[in-house]
């Protein structure tokens, strides 16, 4: 029998993401590496930035990474893909936020037209290319941590 850890281990691939969009960007030819796909580190990059999105709202100010584990590369980005960064949080400590953060791709033929819902203007399907936890810290103006506020 699986465990309901393992059910929801970050190798799985969910039919839909996780949490909310919290920030998009279209993956430009400057960010490639030499196979011409979009580098790991600009996408970890952008999953960063959109973890402290969301960090800096439930901390109500500024935060930093502190930690990244479990990251996995699923899938390639290629250029001129729309890449979404969906992120929920995992938890909350006293001064720490545990946030999982997944890095979606509209999933094009390279026929956009061809590829869009007629209804909705979406594409009709999307890709997870990466997922991985992120760890911030709350932050005071003198970079010393302080605790997150409740409620």
Not at 11 to 30: D, F, N, V, Y
Not at 120 to 126: I, K, L, N, P, S
């Amino acid at each position: 029998m699986t465990s309901h850890k393992e059910q929801t281990s970050m190798e799985t691939q969910s039919p839909a993401p996780s949490g909310k969009l919290i920030s998009q960007t279209i993956a430009m030819p400057r960010e490639t590496n030499a196979n011409g796909d979009i580098f790991g580190g600009w996408l970890l990059s952008q999953m960063d930035l959109a973890g402290a999105i969301l960090a800096g709202r439930i901390a109500r100010g500024r935060v930093a990474t502190v930690a990244i584990s479990s990251m996995s590369f699923l899938n390639p980005v290629p250029v001129g893909a729309v890449v979404g960064c969906y992120a929920q949080t995992l938890s909350v400590g006293t001064s720490s936020i545990r946030i999982l953060i997944e890095a979606w791709i509209d999933n094009a033929s390279g026929d956009m037209q061809s590829d869009l819902d007629p209804v909705d203007g979406q594409f009709a399907e999307q890709v997870k290319v990466t997922e991985g936890e992120f760890v911030f810290v709350a932050i005071d103006d003198h970079g010393n941590t302080r605790q997150v506020p409740t409620a």
